[in-house]
């Protein structure tokens, strides 16, 4: 039986892998040895990642595909197999989001995000699935986001897309019980420094920023990692995310209303900015790299240094704590 902690060789689909997460996680599976097949609507950027996952000492192809398109998908899972003969992994990256008031968002623009953020994953997961079952093995991850644990306000369809995905996700796990080497899982990033913001479409007509505690692409790239070895059902990466599930759950009404209140109180401070569609419909050149530059920008650490810090200090305050009390009833 292979040892399914070794990387090396195995074969990984990733959508979505012009940019951002999804061109991290090329990156880092290249680097574990991994064959990799690169899908997104971009092709000449995917054949820039799928060359620096080659001098990364990796197999990989380029397939340019928009997932949108059911036969399309089917086209991306047959060049994988033509090229490498099976698939081991299939991450379901691909996204996109749509900012603004949601009558003022042109209904075009709310189901392409839908189609983009849901039903690509389940066109992704239906052929994956199809060859995990002749394979007998195959791990299925689902990039779905703190929005799929707490709705974001102003974010409607990408909200209903990624509660869905996040349904797809549990209702396939179950259904994959039968199956101990077939696994689904799912991750739910916070916010992430990429150019997705850029991509997205806004019709709020303010400026969008992401706030000041930013994860990194690779952060989410090697939870993907740690899942193609390790399959687990629910990851999140930062604690936000953790957070706002918690607090979902456990304080639904609170939560929403506190969510909805940050985000006119963020609004009412935004800089104006033209309404656009984004990347949504068609691609655009811009943002084709890893990190969107907000950290740099913004010159903050990444929100794990500032999560380092804050533990250390935390342990810090109670050691001394400890000790004084030590004392005293010494
Ligand atoms: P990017 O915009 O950098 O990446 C999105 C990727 O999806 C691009 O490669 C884009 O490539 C591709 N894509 C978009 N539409 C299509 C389509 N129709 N067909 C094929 N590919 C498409 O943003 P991120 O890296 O941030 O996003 C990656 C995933 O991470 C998304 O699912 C997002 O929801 C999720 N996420 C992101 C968070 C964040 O804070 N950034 C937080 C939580 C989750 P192309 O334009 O070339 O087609």
């Not at 691909?94 to 900012?99: D, E, K, S, V």
């Not at 799929?148 to 796990?173: E, H, N």
């Not at 007509?205 to 989410?220: A, K, M, N, W």
Request: contains cysteine; charged residues 20%; positive net charge.
């Amino acid at each position: 039986m292979p040892d399914r902690t070794k990387l090396h060789g195995r074969v990984v689909v990733i959508t979505g892998a012009s940019s951002g997460i999804g061109r991290a996680a090329a990156q880092l599976f290249a680097r574990e040895g991994c064959r990799v097949v690169l899908a997104a609507r971009r092709g000449d950027v995917l054949e820039e990642v799928a060359a620096e996952c080659r001098r990364l000492g990796a197999d990989a192809v380029a397939i340019p595909t928009d997932v949108t398109d059911p036969e399309a998908v089917r086209l991306l899972a047959e060049g994988a197999l033509g090229a490498f003969g099976r698939i081991d992994v299939w991450i379901n990256n691909a996204g996109t989001g749509a900012f603004g008031p949601f009558t003022e968002t042109p209904l075009e623009i709310h189901s392409k995000t839908i189609e983009v953020d849901l039903l690509a994953a389940l066109y992704g997961a239906h052929i994956a699935l199809a060859q995990f079952l002749r394979q007998g093995e195959g791990t299925l991850i689902n990039n779905v986001s703190l929005g799929g644990w707490a709705p974001t306000p102003y974010a409607a369809a990408y909200t209903a897309a990624k509660f869905g995905l996040r349904g797809l996700s549990a209702s396939l796990r179950q259904e994959m019980q039968a199956h101990p080497r077939i696994h689904v899982c799912a991750v739910f990033p916070s916010m992430i420094d990429t150019p997705g913001l850029e991509h997205g479409a806004n019709f709020s007509g303010l400026r969008i920023d992401p706030g000041p505690h930013l994860y990194t692409p690779e952060d989410v790239a090697k939870a993907f990692v740690r899942l193609a070895r390790a399959p687990r059902d629910e990851t999140a990466v930062g604690w936000p995310a953790r957070a706002a599930q918690f607090s979902y759950t456990l304080a639904r009404g609170p939560t929403e209303r506190l969510m909805g209140a940050a985000i006119r109180f963020a609004l009412r401070r935004a800089l104006p900015a033209p309404r656009g569609e984004g990347a949504v419909l068609h691609p655009t050149p811009v943002g084709t790299g890893v990190s969107g530059g907000w950290l740099a920008r913004k010159g903050i650490p990444p929100a794990r240094t500032l999560d380092l810090a804050t533990l250390g200090g935390l342990a810090a305050v109670g050691a001394v704590a400890a000790l004084l009390a030590a004392r005293r009833r010494a």
